[in-house]
């Protein structure tokens, strides 16, 4: 299916229930519409139901903000009835 020009990709984004092109930013540190089109690429469960402290290295692009920014969607203090806590680090 082809959808060209930005009338079409908007269409088709629309259509999907997107407001806008998921892939327009370099990161996902402050994207809203993140968990309509999150894809997990394995792990995500395991780092969910870890007992301790979960670590990801991957290179750049690889999607850690991605999946930090959904594992903390589903802890406090976002998600007021988890039992789970996130804490973010971000090195600067």
Known sequence: MSH?????LESWLASR????NPFARRSADQDQEL???????GGFDE???ARGPC???????????AQRQMLAAQCR????TS???ALSLIHI
Do not use: H, Q, W
Not at 4 to 8: R, V
Not at 35 to 41: G, L, N, R
């Open 47 to 49: 780092m969910l139901r």
């Open 83 to 85: 039992t789970r806590l």
């Open 4 to 8: 060209e020009g930005s009338n079409g």
């Open 55 to 65: 670590i990801v290295f991957a290179g750049r692009g690889c999607g850690k903000t």
């Open 77 to 80: 203090p976002a998600d007021r």
């Open 17 to 20: 229930g997107l407001r806008g």
């Open 35 to 41: 968990p309509k089109y999150f894809v997990d690429i």
